[in-house]
Nanobody
Framework: QVQLVESGGGLVQPGGSLRLSCAAS????????MAWYRQAPGKQREEVAF????????NYADSVKGRFTISRDNAKKAVYLQMNSLKAEDTAVYYC???????WGQGTQVTVSS
């Protein structure tokens, strides 16, 4: 059974930081590209960050470049999203994704507000 479990969301003030984690099980994690998506109320789900299986390449949405960093630890079967300089427009449910859309986590809420 495939499981992707996100954690680390919460309420943070503008300019603050959060680190999201996603723990994977039931898949050959080191063979899968991973990504973080987010969905704000009334908006479509969008890809925020992507990382290849070997961490050789990453890609970011223009809206988060320079502020967010995706990383992974294949030994721990985990992927992370470090979010700095958070803005109100970063408020969304953040989802972990494996295999380019194949598997999804349940999501974790990130709220940026003063």
């Amino acid at each position: 059974q495939v499981q992707l479990v996100e954690s680390g969301g919460g309420l943070v003030q503008p300019g603050g930081s959060l680190r999201l984690s996603c723990a994977a099980s039931g898949i050959p994690f080191s063979m899968y590209a991973m990504a973080w998506y987010r969905q704000a109320p009334g908006k479509q789900r969008e890809e925020v960050a992507f990382i290849t299986s070997s961490s050789s390449r990453t890609n970011y949405a223009d809206s988060v470049k320079g502020r967010f960093t995706i990383s992974r630890d294949n030994a721990k079967k985990a992927v992370y999203l470090q979010m700095n300089s958070l803005k109100a427009e970063d408020t969304a449910v953040y989802y972990c994704n494996a295999g380019m859309g194949r598997f999804w986590g349940q999501g974790t809420q990130v709220t940026v507000s003063s």
